[in-house]
């Protein structure tokens, strides 16, 4: 990005402060109560991590200017009004497209989801009083010159309708996959559970794909998981409908109590259900992933070699630089 551009990080460096400051001695907690009333997915721990995440993982100076340093020489071309529309399945997860918007020099018309506007709207309006004159609006009907949807693959071929006319990015449906090799330290499968269950596996980095070798031995796993174990009612509602009808199509499976392990090579189709799939050696995962990485997020392993690979744990904390779907967002901008 250009040095001179318009918008510089500070806002984005004192947005960070602000929240962590909000968050730690209770002021949000009136926001993230009005949130978890509008989603019943959305918890007040839930939410406290994602903004703890975003604080930590992406609104750290060095973070930020280490991020944008290859972008320095591109600079907007000229200024657009970029729609953002947000999903609502995790708490907060249109705020990296928003920001990008921002930091790219354009105009950012953002239209959250009904699930997760209480806290899109109070970012917006921590942003505005940071500095007034950044271009950041709802987008209430406005038409934008180029758009970022981000839904389900229903939603997305919507979307390719409706926006067909104009430079646009279309995120639709992915999950994520680890990959285990028997050689994981109890440290690791505990981090593993967080990278499944956190915001209980509703996000597309949300572990739902375990690869496991053929002679793995899943009790040491099933320990790990079976630890603090999932209350949430939705949650259990997911879990329990799901019990029901792997047992009624007589379809084998482990059950952890609050969750399934599910053999085959197919993916989860529900919260609460792991799919375990087995290989004999880690190239044949290798071998698979180019075939499926159009329906994959990341890749949890130490081992397997993967451009959205991370470490056990870290699937709910990306980086600036880790781009959904792997696409370079900051990219797409500069070039309109």
Same mark, same amino acid.
């Given at each position: 990005?250009?040095?001179?551009?318009?918008y510089p990080i500070g806002p984005f460096v004192e947005l960070g402060r602000i929240l962590q400051q909000e968050l730690d001695e209770g002021r949000l907690d009136p926001v993230i109560r009005r949130a978890t009333?509008?989603?019943?997915?959305?918890?007040?721990?839930?939410?406290?991590?994602?903004i703890r995440a975003i604080c930590n993982d992406?609104?750290?100076?060095?973070?930020l200017e280490t991020w944008l340093r290859p972008y320095q020489k591109q600079g907007t071309k000229t200024v657009r009004r970029v729609g953002i529309i947000m999903a609502g399945?995790?708490?907060?997860?249109?705020?990296?497209?928003?920001m990008c918007v921002l930091l790219s020099g354009h105009g950012c018309l953002y239209k959250p989801s009904s699930k997760d506007s209480v806290l899109i709207d109070h970012i917006a309006e921590l942003l505005t009083g940071i500095d007034p004159s950044l271009p950041l609006q709802r987008m209430n009907g406005k038409r934008p010159?180029?758009?970022?949807?981000t839904g389900s693959d229903n939603t997305n071929r919507?979307?390719?309708? /409706?926006?067909?006319?104009?430079?646009?990015?279309? +995120?639709?449906?992915?999950?994520?996959?680890?990959?285990?090799?028997? @050689?994981?330290?109890?440290?690791?499968?505990?981090?593993?559970?967080?990278? /499944?269950?956190?915001?209980?596996?509703?996000?597309? +980095?949300?572990?739902?794909?375990?690869?496991?070798?053929?002679?793995? @031995?899943?009790?040491?796993?099933?320990?790990a998981l079976q630890k603090d174990p999932v209350t949430h009612p939705p949650y259990l509602h997911n879990y329990r409908q799901a019990f029901a009808l792997n047992t009624m199509q007589g379809k084998p499976f482990t059950d952890g109590g609050f969750f399934l392990l599910r053999e085959g090579g197919e993916p989860a189709q529900t919260v609460s259900e792991l799919a375990c799939t087995r290989y004999d050696s880690l190239s044949e995962v290798e071998d698979?992933?180019?075939?499926?990485?159009?329906?994959i997020q990341c890749v949890v392993s130490d081992r397997i070699r993967h451009p959205r690979r991370v470490r056990f744990g870290q699937a709910q904390h990306p980086a600036p630089t880790?781009?959904?779907d792997g696409i370079d967002v900051m990219k797409f901008l500069l070039e309109l």
């Open positions: 990005m250009n040095p001179a551009a318009k009333e509008a989603n019943c997915w959305f918890t007040a721990e839930s939410v406290a991590f994602a992406m609104l750290q100076p060095e973070l399945n995790i708490p907060l997860v249109g705020f990296f497209d928003l010159d180029a758009v970022i949807a919507y979307f390719r309708t /409706i926006y067909h006319d104009m430079p646009a990015l279309f +995120r639709g449906s992915r999950h994520s996959i680890a990959v285990l090799t028997g @050689d994981e330290t109890p440290a690791d499968l505990a981090e593993l559970r967080q990278d /499944i269950f956190t915001y209980f596996g509703m996000g597309c +980095r949300n572990v739902s794909q375990l690869f496991l070798p053929r002679n793995y @031995d899943t009790e040491p796993l099933m320990r698979w992933l180019p075939g499926h990485d159009s329906r880790d781009y959904p």
